[in-house]
């Protein structure tokens, strides 16, 4: 058979911190390593998007658009890659069109190679506005798939589904299993279809917080997938993906041989494992996520969205309550229409279900979150709901059935204008920090510009640019 090597993308820089370490790794600690992994050979290393953007703010006072350029000046021979939300692009609501053209162009212009584009529900037309910035301002164009198990996500449908991605102009379609729910057999059989189905590569993300990532990719691997995800070990497993090295290891001298070189590794991982203790010391990595916990492939609920179900039911008082929780879990899901557990979706089932346990009465109390959810603002669910159910969370209200996004004007001017007013800001890029994250932005700006300079040409040339 003739060699084929599996590519590898590390997300040491991304997935891995956020997943074990709630994102907090500072630029900083990433400095002295990246020049040691732009010479390992990487497919890509994911370093931005998904809750970097706001962690960066929010918690460590660092500008997350200043932070790529870093990456980039010191990693200039790897593509750097992002996970971006679709039409959320890394909010949780959807925002206009021209917001999410402009934080692509911008993404693009500041460092990003390939950017991975996702949507909670797997609805395309959230996609759209994404994928035509992407292809327009020459990012590699990486649509996911966001893996679920339930009644209706089958392979037809998740073969179906990438058929739909190839022909919106994909470069490489990502499976993404948050959850790390694919089971490596179904991996192997997934991945074959997809292979017979669609010509572009195949790339897998999944994670280990069940133990069962590295046999997943060992089976996706046989199967042909052409690209999978892992984490260097100092921040892999658990939580966060397969270890970089183990896989490496394993595959070496095959026909599917990375081709990397496991002393480089060893090094890059040597420098990450004292960025992990220093961690550990602060309280900001817990030891825990690195364990395995088998409880998410029998209630499929994230790791985070779990952690997340812990605090609400301990702020309620209700902690003897989890398990009838986590029963009502897939009750809600299927009322639904079935939702794929990820941001934001897996927060909006999560909450409803644990309002429906300590309330006593289900529906008794329904977020805004879930009214919006059932309205079909976050787009079209993958079945039909429980109609019941949605009568009683948002009456005779009308729901949405074209894209969300074509009911919101543009708003890109309006916050250039707002910042323009309140005299913030220096920046396209901050203009798109605004708008995504307000009030942080505010607070963000108001530390890094402690010199108060007269900004007033710049922002003019934001508002007059932005109206073109």
């Known amino acids: ?9 590390d997300t040491i820089l991304r997935d891995a911190h956020q997943s074990q370490a709630a994102t907090r790794m500072r630029i900083e600690d990433m400095i002295p390593a990246l020049e040691r992994l732009d010479k390992i050979g990487y497919w890509s290393v994911e370093c931005w998007g998904g809750a970097t953007f706001d962690s960066c703010m929010r918690f460590l006072n660092e500008d997350p658009w200043e932070r790529l350029r ?8 790897t593509k750097l890659q992002m996970l971006f939300r679709g039409q959320n692009i890394l909010g949780y609501k959807h925002y206009a069109d021209d917001v999410v053209d402009m934080f692509v162009k911008k993404s693009i212009e500041n460092g990003i190679d390939v950017i991975r584009i996702f949507d909670a529900l797997n609805d395309p037309r959230n996609l759209e506005q994404a994928i035509k910035s992407c292809k327009e301002y020459g990012g590699i164009c990486e649509p996911a798939i966001s893996y679920t198990i339930s009644p209706v996500h089958n392979e037809e449908y998740f073969v179906n589904l990438a058929k739909t991605l190839e022909n919106m102009g994909a470069d490489v ?36 917080t069940t133990g069962t990532g590295d046999m997943t990719y060992l089976m996706a691997t046989q199967a042909g997938v052409d690209i999978v995800d892992c984490a260097l070990s100092p921040f892999g497993n658990g939580t966060a993906n397969p270890a970089t090295e183990a896989l490496v290891a394993t595959l070496q001298g095959t026909e599917r041989d990375t ?41 499929q609920v994230p790791g985070g969205m779990l952690s997340n179900t812990i605090s609400q039911l301990k702020q309620a008082g209700k902690e003897d309550k989890l398990y009838e929780v986590l029963a009502e879990v897939p009750r809600v899901k299927k009322d639904f229409g079935y939702p794929p557990l990820v941001t934001p979706t897996s927060q909006i089932v999560g909450t409803q279900a644990v309002m429906n346990v300590i309330s006593g009465e289900r529906y008794k109390m329904v977020p805004k979150e879930s009214k919006a959810l059932l309205r079909g603002e976050y787009g079209k669910l993958p079945a039909p709901v ?14 949405i059935t074209c894209r969300p996004a074509d009911l919101l004007e543009p708003e890109l001017e309006k916050y250039a204008a707002e910042m323009k007013e309140k005299g913030i800001g220096k920046s396209y890029e901050d203009v798109l920090s605004y708008a995504l994250f307000p009030q942080v932005a505010e607070k963000f700006f108001a530390v890094r510009d402690t010199e108060p300079a007269d900004e007033n040409a710049v922002r003019e040339l934001i508002v007059e640019d932005l109206s073109i």
């Open 386 to 399: 429980n109609e019941e159910v949605r009568k009683k969370a948002i009456g005779d209200d009308e729901v």
């Open 70 to 77: 870093t990456i980039k000046k010191h990693m200039p021979n």
């Open 173 to 208: 379609i990502c499976i993404k299993d948050m959850a790390n729910l694919l089971l490596p057999f179904d991996a192997y059989s997934l991945v074959k279809k997809l292979k017979e189905s669609v010509k572009v590569p195949i790339h897998l993300h999944t994670h280990n």
């Open 1 to 9: 058979m003739a060699k084929k090597p599996l590519y590898i993308t």
């Open 259 to 299: 081709g990397l070189d496991l002393e480089k590794l060893s090094d890059v991982a040597t420098y990450f494992r004292g960025v992990a203790n220093k961690m550990k010391a602060e309280g900001t990595l817990d030891p825990k996520v690195l364990n395995v916990d088998a409880k998410t492939l029998i209630y």
